[in-house]
């Protein structure tokens, strides 16, 4: 893995989110213009707009940037909000959760980290686990839920690595495709 190169971690209060909004949707577009996402309406810009927007209202929404050092770039973030435990696609799960996990959601203690992407040419030296640790050490819930599609390697392969426990499958939509579930238990 080349090496982490030097950037700056920020937390975003949703306030100060809304005003790169810009920029956050500038990443999705180069991120996801590839395929399998390219030209699929649940995939699109202007879809992932709407879905960011109405997060910014959501309790306990933040983001986690990566700007590089030098140049300042924007090259990667995390987004999330404290998982509404109505959420469909959790309930969907229904008993495939471990009763500690729906206890957790229960009292508004998971976490739910739903998007994470770094620029395909700064990927793979590090930026993503670096956010993703970031907004977790400092996250009030002890819990952390994501969904990830089934297919994305190496995504779907690093979670488990990084201490996630699948518990499921999932759609967001009758369209989107379909996703495994997955909880961090509390970090000891
Ligand atoms: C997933 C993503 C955020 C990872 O970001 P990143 O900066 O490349 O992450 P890291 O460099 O920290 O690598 C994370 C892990 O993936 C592995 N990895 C990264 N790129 C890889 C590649 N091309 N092939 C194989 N493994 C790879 C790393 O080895 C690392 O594993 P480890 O933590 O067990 O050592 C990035 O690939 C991305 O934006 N993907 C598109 C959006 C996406 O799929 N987001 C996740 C949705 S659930």
Known sequence: ???????????????????????????????????????????????????????????????????????????????????????????????QRPADALAAAAADEVFWLRELMVLPMYGNRGI???????VIADRTEPWTALTCITDNQPARNAYPRWGYQVIGQIKHAPESPVYDAMVLRPQL
Do not use: Q
């Open 1 to 95: 893995m080349p090496h982490l190169p030097e950037v700056t971690i920020t937390r975003h209060t949703p306030a100060a989110a809304k005003g790169i909004m810009e920029d956050l949707v500038t990443v999705y577009t180069e991120v996801y213009d590839t395929e399998p996402y390219r030209g699929d309406p649940f995939f699109s810009v202007e879809t992932y707009a709407d879905r960011l927007r109405a997060a910014f209202d959501m309790p306990g929404f933040e983001v986690v940037t990566a700007h590089l050092a030098d140049t300042g770039r924007l090259v990667g973030y995390v987004h999330g909000v404290t998982l509404p435990a109505d959420k469909p696609w959790w309930n969907s799960l229904g008993d």
């Open 128 to 134: 993503g686990r670096a956010l993703h640790d970031a």
